[in-house]
């Protein structure tokens, strides 16, 4: 129950939505961006499940944009199916279109593509502790690993620290969830970091 009288904010103070239009256009530019100069997907063939969510339209264009041959799943949200048996919660779908398709790759996202899960052309899972093991060895050989660590959560185990340390590189822990692997990324520990293994 609210006590006591209640003003209206003033209708110059609300403030007003605005739709973006090329919003979509603009992300896609932006994701490809990240992508190296030069590198093509070209003669790749790509299942791409996008969990019936927030990346069903942006993901496939994306890798067709950059040569990909895209076997697009997950791609036909209506308000209830999101993450329904398919995405990076139930990889089963991404992995059976895999092996239908000859497909080189798999990558299956969440409702929000903000989680990833790799498999590879049998249609099983990559290790997610092994993909940012070969990625920060691959960065600190190209000289873009500051801080010679990576930045990484208590989930990742024993055998990623190992890697790493034969590698004359570190692993800096941090609790589970992205905004403390960022919070220690910005305070200087690497350029690359990731909120837990992509098979947890």
């Keep these: 129950?609210?006590?006591?009288?209640?003003?209206?904010?003033?209708?110059?103070?609300?403030?007003?939505?605005?739709?973006i239009e090329d919003g979509r256009g603009r992300y896609q530019e932006f994701v490809k961006t990240s992508f190296p100069?030069?590198?093509?997907?070209?003669?790749l063939k790509v299942v791409i499940d996008c969990a019936n969510g927030a990346a069903y339209k942006a993901a496939p264009e994306v890798l067709w944009e950059l040569g990909a041959e895209v076997i697009p799943v997950g791609v036909a949200p209506n308000g209830t199916n999101i993450n329904d048996r398919c995405g990076s919660?139930?990889?089963?779908?991404?992995?059976?279109?895999v092996v239908t398709h000859g497909a080189h790759v798999g990558i299956s996202l969440d409702g929000d593509a903000d989680r990833v899960m790799i498999l590879d052309e049998a249609g099983r899972l990559a290790d997610g502790d092994q993909i940012m093991?070969?990625?920060a060895a691959r960065w600190a050989?190209?000289?873009r690993l500051?801080?010679?660590?990576?930045?990484?959560t208590?989930?990742?185990n024993l055998g990623l620290e190992r890697f790493l340390n034969a590698r004359g590189l570190g692993l800096v822990r941090t609790a589970v969830g992205d905004r403390?692997?960022?919070?220690r990324m910005r305070e200087g520990a690497s350029t690359w970091g990731a909120n837990s293994p992509a098979t947890s």
């Design 89 to 97: 919660t139930h990889t089963d779908t991404a992995a059976a279109a």
């Design 146 to 152: 500051s801080g010679g660590a990576l930045v990484a």
């Design 1 to 19: 129950m609210v006590e006591g009288e209640i003003t209206p904010a003033k209708p110059e103070n609300i403030g007003r939505a605005k739709r």
């Design 141 to 143: 050989e190209e000289g």
């Design 37 to 43: 100069n030069g590198l093509r997907l070209d003669g």
């Design 154 to 156: 208590v989930m990742s």
């Design 180 to 183: 403390y692997v960022v919070e």
């Design 133 to 135: 093991a070969l990625l």
